[in-house]
């Protein structure tokens, strides 16, 4: 069956300190992965996705088919960074299942 | 566009009231979803429906049922309230995926429900 495992609860980091949030997956099926993110009373909203090997908000993340990882990645934190971070993972075409969050607080 | 819509923001029930949450979208998008939203637990899928006029189950579908009205709305009824289902309740939904690519799941601001 499919996963999707976000071992952090929590991650801390002072501004202009590097972040890796880390995402891992389990899935027979060719992966399709994402990032959302959801700031404090805002909606969730799609961060990035593996398939645009695209960068926003200086956040990367590249899809490790071997080590079935897709860790979101980004050199120096800034203070408008902190959310709540999930990753996904689409399956039957359709449907996303979600890790269960990791919390980013970035101190100034 | 006002994107995805939830109704209410809020709700405080007692163990056994009933009541829907609605949800409507004016993307013109096939599929919508609801999810159930707890801490620790991430987002877990409750139903969903590829189109109008079908509705299937997803991970956590006990205590609930869904009506897929028209293309725009998605409603979720809770028949008899447990506290069990205290949560933020988030519908969302997705265009058709295209070929070779999966398209973006817009979400609606939520729905902060309490079952006392």
């Known amino acids: 069956a499919q996963r999707v495992t976000q071992p952090e609860k929590l991650l801390s980091v002072f501004k202009g300190a590097p972040v890796e949030l880390k995402c891992n997956y389990s899935y027979s099926g060719s992966p399709e992965l994402f990032w959302y993110v959801q700031y404090s009373r805002q909606r969730l909203q799609l961060l990035l996705r593996h398939i645009s090997r695209e960068s926003i908000k200086g956040f990367t993340a590249d899809l490790n088919k071997g080590e079935t990882s897709f860790h979101l990645k980004k050199p120096f934190a800034q203070e408008e960074d902190s959310a709540m971070y999930y990753c996904a993972l689409a399956y039957n075409t359709d449907k996303l299942i979600f890790g269960t969050g990791t919390r980013l607080q970035v101190f100034p | 566009n006002a994107g995805v819509t939830q109704t209410p923001k809020f709700q405080v029930l007692k163990t056994g009231q009933s009541m829907t949450l609605q949800c409507a979208q004016d993307?013109?998008?096939?599929?919508m979803y609801w999810y159930r939203q707890d801490p620790g637990m991430g987002l877990r899928l409750i139903y969903y429906s590829a189109s109008e006029g079908t509705t299937d189950k997803g991970e956590v579908p006990n205590g609930y049922n869904v009506s897929r009205l028209n293309k725009r709305e998605f409603s979720l009824r809770l028949e008899s309230a447990a506290p069990s289902q205290t949560s933020v309740y988030f519908c969302a939904s997705l265009t058709l995926p295209g070929t070779g690519s999966y398209n973006e799941q817009f979400f609606g601001p939520g729905t902060r429900l309490t079952v006392l």
């Open positions: 993307m013109n998008h096939n599929s």
